[in-house]
Nanobody
């Protein structure tokens, strides 16, 4: 069982920044892929960014150049630095972890990000 706990969400104005954190209960270097997903009001959950164990990153077109995914291996924590936030970034942000060694992937409970115009 892997537990993921997100934090760092909040209410900000357009153009401001936030940094989300996802604390994992296991060594992140044992996880093949970690990522951030979001679900806005009335929308399906969508990928925001992923980071592989080897350090490869992938971003949704809508956030590329504004968001940065990173990891602190010593603290077993995944981050999402979100800059130049837009109202359309308003969503609940979820952390995900997956490994070929597991029978399933894992999700955190999410953290709410609200961007006002």
């Amino acid at each position: 069982q892997v537990q993921l706990v997100e934090s760092g969400g909040g209410l900000v104005q357009a153009g401001e920044s936030l940094r989300l954190s996802c604390a994992a209960s296991t060594d992140v270097l044992t996880i093949d892929v970690m990522g951030w997903y979001r679900q806005g009001p009335g929308k399906q959950r969508e990928l925001v960014a992923t980071l592989t164990r080897g350090g490869n990153t992938n971003y949704a077109d809508s956030v590329r150049g504004r968001f940065v995914i990173s990891r602190d291996n010593a603290k077993n924590t995944l981050f999402l630095q979100m800059n130049t936030l837009k109202p359309e970034d308003t969503a609940r942000y979820y952390c995900n972890a997956d490994s070929a060694l597991w029978r399933r992937d894992y999700w955190g409970q999410g953290t709410q990000v609200t961007v006002s115009s």
